[in-house]
């Protein structure tokens, strides 16, 4: 019943903000892009708004979301982060005059909207502030706390629905994937940055979250477990995934750029030898691969919800590496993939991936198992999903030792072993 009860207002509210947000896949939509002025973090800070130092209770929020940000989250320093020496060094490198004030380090750093677009308030060394997820509050300010305004009243005026989990989604991958606007792109990782990874539910904890998820919480917005925040997570990373492959290819010259593909089919000893078939690429050994990291988890998913649909990504994968790698038009298996993609997100909806999360656990570990994830990234979505879904499963004490090891064998990225993740893998059942 409460299950039923839920899924009502999921649809409701997916519903709603789909149509509201008929164009949300745009760039446009994201709040560095919209018109909206950004006021500063100093305009939602003070106490009897964000800014409370303690949990206010009986209140819609907590109001205690400033200070969670300000001394916990890490967006709050990314701005700093340009002033260390290792940002100078790549900075450096890449011939910019410093990075702290690169468009190219902003874009990802800091909000860093238009300057006709900075209220008085604003500091861009405030970093990735409040307005840079909920969008530039100009127009929803003096609304937002009106009782009597809707929530679709304050989308209008420009809050970013960061409760709707498709365009969350799409607002972190933003900075932790890419767009055809901005990327950690592989010049930027030539010169010393790290590798971007992300998985929607593990990161959304880590942040650390400042909302809680209680009744009021779950009355007013659109809530679901973490297998369903996951799976809608690995749906967006894939749509994103393609788009990048369609704007961002063929980057200059000879290479097409090279962040899209896996670091580590380039980066790694040629003493290694540890080249194997895959089953999902036809590609001899020798080939650059694709990143296809998020793909392997959705068709984990897709495995349980439609089984068919699991079969057919699979093949249009295969197809989407062949082309990439034989320089051929890509833009027909992009299409394929977005249709498949598409098909699967209409099936989630109906879904209670709740009671899945056994189901879906076992089939990560097996595909981990039997040897088919041997590249570094998916084992690191793999393993991402497999502590989160035994977290919902509850079985994640009684594994708790397990989980160390297999954390362990992801520890460096430089001297990953196949052959010892799977080892670990198989002792799962027991
Ligand atoms: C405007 C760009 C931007 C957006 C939007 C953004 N992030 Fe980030 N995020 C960053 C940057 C840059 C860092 C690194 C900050 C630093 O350490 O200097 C970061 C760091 C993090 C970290 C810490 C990672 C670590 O290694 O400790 C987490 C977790 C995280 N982000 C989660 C999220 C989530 C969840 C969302 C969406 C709700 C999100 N981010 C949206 C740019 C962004
Ligand atoms: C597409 C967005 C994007 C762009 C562009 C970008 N970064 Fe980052 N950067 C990130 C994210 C996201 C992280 C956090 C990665 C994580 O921990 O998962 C990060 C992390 C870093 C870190 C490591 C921080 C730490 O303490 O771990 C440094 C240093 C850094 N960025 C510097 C730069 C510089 C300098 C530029 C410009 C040349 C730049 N970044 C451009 C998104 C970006
Ligand atoms: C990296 C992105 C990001 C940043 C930066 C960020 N938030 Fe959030 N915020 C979220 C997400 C995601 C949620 C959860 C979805 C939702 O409720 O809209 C959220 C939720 C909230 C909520 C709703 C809490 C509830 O219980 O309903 C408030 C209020 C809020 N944020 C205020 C702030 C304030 C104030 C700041 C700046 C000090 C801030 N946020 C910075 C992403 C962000
Ligand atoms: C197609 C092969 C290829 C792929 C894929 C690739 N790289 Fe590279 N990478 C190179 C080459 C070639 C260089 C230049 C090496 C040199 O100058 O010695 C390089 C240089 C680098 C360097 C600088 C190393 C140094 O010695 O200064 C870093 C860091 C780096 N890549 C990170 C990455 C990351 C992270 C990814 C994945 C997102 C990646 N690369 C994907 C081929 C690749």
Redesign the pocket.
Same mark, same amino acid.
């Given at each position: 019943m409460v299950q039923h009860v839920i899924k009502l207002i999921i649809t409701g509210v997916v519903f709603l903000s789909a149509t509201i947000f008929a164009s949300a896949q745009a760039d446009s939509e994201l709040p560095q892009y919209a018109e909206e002025q950004h006021l500063g #973090?100093a305009s @939602? =800070?003070s106490g009897t708004c !964000?800014g409370s130092v303690n949990t206010r209770k009986g209140t =819609?929020?907590?109001q205690n979301?400033?200070v969670i940000?300000?001394k916990r989250?890490r !967006?709050r320093i990314a701005y700093q982060t340009l002033l260390t020496a290792e940002s100078k060094q790549i900075a450096r490198k890449l011939g910019l005059k410093n990075a702290h004030e690169a468009k190219m380090c902003l874009d990802c750093h800091a909000d860093n909207v238009a300057l006709n677009q900075r209220g008085k308030k604003f500091q861009l060394d405030d970093g990735?502030?409040?307005e =840079? @997820? !909920?969008g530039g509050a100009e127009k929803y300010i003096s609304i937002h706390i009106d009782r009597n305004a809707s929530r679709a009243e304050t989308l209008q005026a420009g809050l970013y629905p960061?409760?709707d989990p498709h365009a969350?989604a799409r607002? @972190?991958l933003s900075c932790h994937m890419g767009t055809a606007k901005k990327m950690a792109s592989h010049d930027i990782m030539g010169a010393g940055h790290p590798r971007v990874t992300f998985e929607l539910d593990s990161f959304?904890v880590l942040?650390p979250? !400042?909302? #809680?998820v209680d009744a009021d919480?779950s009355e =007013?917005?659109w809530h679901g477990s973490s297998v369903e925040l996951w799976s809608i997570g690995q749906l967006e990373s894939a749509r994103q995934t393609l788009h990048l492959i369609r704007d961002r290819l063929k980057s200059r010259g000879l290479f097409p750029e090279l962040a899209l593909f896996d670091c580590h089919a380039c980066h790694h000893s040629m003493a290694d030898k540890k080249w194997a078939a895959s089953d999902r690429s036809d590609l001899p050994p020798g080939s650059v691969r694709l990143n296809d990291a998020n793909f392997v988890m959705l068709i984990a998913i897709a495995g349980v919800v439609d089984p068919g649909k699991g079969r057919q990504i699979k093949a249009a994968l295969k197809q989407l590496h062949t082309s990439v790698a034989n320089g051929d038009d890509v833009a027909k298996g992009i299409n394929r993939l977005m249709k498949l993609i598409n098909a699967v997100d209409g099936k989630l909806e109906s879904q209670d991936l709740g009671a899945m999360s056994s189901k879906l656990a076992a089939s990560v570990v097996r595909l981990a198992a039997s040897g088919k994830l041997k590249d570094y990234v998916s084992a690191e979505q793999a393993v991402l999903a497999i502590d989160m879904l035994l977290g919902v499963t509850s079985d994640r004490s009684r594994y708790a030792r397990w989980l160390d090891t297999v954390y362990k064998t992801l520890e460096d990225e430089n001297n990953f072993e196949p052959a010892r993740f799977i080892r670990t893998m198989k002792k799962y059942a027991g």
């Open positions: #973090v @939602c =800070a !964000h =819609a929020i907590a979301e400033y940000w300000s989250d !967006h990735i502030g409040c =840079a @997820c !909920h960061t409760d969350r607002l @972190c959304g942040q979250a !400042h909302y #809680v919480y =007013a917005k």
